[in-house]
């Protein structure tokens, strides 16, 4: 598994509903003050086992304010599935997604890291997935960390 993680002041996620418009989307997941926004792709090989310690991961990383965790400020987290963090680019001009799990391999892990996380004490938003999402973010700092499990 692979997290894109970045410590925000804030963050979003709004889907649109096939309408024309701002009225025609709903935000479905949505984090307010300091915290995480975290992008998580999935590939063939990962299990429940690494979904759970990408969750331990992602709960005690020191990376807000402080060198503190969202453990340490009960710091909420959103959590959107990502497939594109698994496209390789480095042949021709179109990227490859053959690295990346399909969507009924991925769509349950990454709902197991959203578990976990909320097992752990977190409180966890999300994206939805497979929709066409609209991610917005005030990156703290700029700070943005890569994490592999």
Same mark, same amino acid.
């Given at each position: 598994?692979? @997290? ?46 690494? %979904?759970?310690?990408? @969750? ?11 060198? +503190? ?5 009960? @710091? =909420? ?13 480095? +042949?021709?001009?179109? =990227?490859?997604?053959?690295?990346? %799990? ?5 769509? =349950? ?9 909320? @097992? ?10 497979? %929709? ?18």
């Amino acid at each position: 598994m692979r @997290a894109v993680v970045q410590r925000v002041d804030g963050a979003s996620v709004t889907v649109a509903d096939g309408t024309d418009g701002p009225a025609g989307s709903a935000v479905v997941g949505e984090i307010m003050g300091e915290g995480l926004c975290v992008l998580v792709g999935v590939t063939h090989e990962d299990t429940p086992e690494k %979904a759970a310690q990408l @969750a331990r991961k992602l709960w005690t990383v020191r990376i807000l304010d402080g060198e +503190k965790s969202c453990s340490d400020v009960n @710091a =909420p987290i959103l959590v959107i599935s990502q497939f594109t963090l698994y496209g390789d680019a480095r +042949k021709g001009r179109r =990227p490859t997604w053959n690295a990346a %799990a399909p969507g009924e391999v991925a769509e =349950p892990l990454v709902e197991e890291v959203v578990a976990r996380l909320r @097992a752990l004490g977190a409180q966890v938003e999300t994206g939805r997935f497979g %929709a066409d999402m609209r991610v917005s973010l005030t990156n703290h700092g700029p700070f943005t960390v890569l994490i592999e499990v």
